[in-house]
């Protein structure tokens, strides 16, 4: 059998036996990629070894590359000479800003008599004419003049039912029950107050002054304060900062100052009265102890920290600050020049649709995923329907 063996290898072509010696040398090489492969998901199921990773990428991120150092001295030189420059380009941005926080504050005053009258009527000072009330519907939600016929009197029908309602009643408590942001703020205890809610307005710095806005909250007479208004004002900064000035992206809201609310004795949502019952260690009496704490309320709003002179912050403090800073700027961007919009849930819509947009992306490239992995012949579904004990905790 030896021979025949030997006898068919020498009558093999020459050419044939190096394809052989081909095949035989990748399956090697498929053999130590699986094992490589196999080592590499021990090594990464191990927790030590991940840590390890782990703190080595940390300490990698924002470090340079290495190329600036590597540089000749006579080019280091001119790139600093560019750096330079750039300081000079952020300090022109700086007023560019400054110049836009002003047609600001003249487009506020265009604007104002728009608002005014939108708070005529929402408080019922004003009642708009039927000219003013007509609104063109889109041609697939025109109706048939008896079908307008119909519903006219049928909405006759409803309002002779009920009483005559004033204005929108509860127009601002609506949009701020509308508004993720705003509402995640409002306790129960909030809302009642906020049906007196009459008006937002927005009032920029005057000329000359620090840049700054101020939110006006205006408020019918109530059962629960005495204030007709409660204000909030942030104050801003449009420049770069001396030790950091390429971080500068334009104006910056850098701490802001609420008002003195002025409860009506016992309305004060912002507070509660909590008993708390204390055993005395010798006697063993009971005794009730109450005390004020405070609570959850959107009336917070208007006593945010203070931040001291040398704008040091705890934690806590600096997120309160932050979430605060962008409330303040979405009420000031969003909120009041768009309020009808959040009222009726049409700007809502539109931030919905913005997200389905991604999602519908996210979804495709999952899709993308999933096909590149069924197309691969190593992969393995097996793997990803048993992930590894470290994920699982997580």
Known sequence: MADIDNKDQAEMDPADMEDVEEVEEEETGEDENSKARQLTVQMMQNPQILAA????????????????????????????????????????????????????????ALYQPLFDKRSDIVKAAYEPTDEECEWKADEEEELTDEMKEKAKLEEEKKDEEKEDPKGIPEFWLTVFKNVDLLSDMLQEHDEPILKHLQDIKVKFSDPGQPMSFTLEFHFEPNDFFTNTMLTKTYKMRSEPDENDPFSFDGPEIMS???????????????????????????????????????????????????????????????????????????????????????????????DDDDYDEEGEEADDEEGEEEADEENDPDYDPKKDAAPPAECKQQ
């Open 53 to 108: 990773l782990q703190e080595r990428l940390d300490g990698l991120n924002g470090s340079p590359s290495g190329y600036m150092e590597s540089l000749p001295k006579v080019v280091k030189r001119r790139v600093n000479a560019l750096k330079n420059l750039q300081v000079k380009c952020a300090h022109i941005e700086a007023k560019f800003y400054e110049e836009v926080h002003e047609l600001e504050r003249k487009y506020a």
């Open 256 to 350: 802001c100052t609420g008002c003195t609310i002025d409860w009506t004795k016992g309305k004060n949502v912002t507070l509660k009265t909590i008993k708390k019952k204390q055993k005395h260690k010798g006697r063993g009496t009971v005794r009730t102890v109450t005390k004020t704490v405070p609570n959850d309320s959107f009336f917070n709003f208007f006593t945010p920290p203070e931040v001291p002179e040398n704008g040091e912050l705890d934690e806590d403090s600096e997120a309160i600050l932050a979430a605060d800073f962008e409330i303040g700027h979405f009420i000031r961007e969003r909120i009041v020049p768009r309020a009808v919009l959040y009222f009726t849930g049409e700007a809502i819509e539109d």
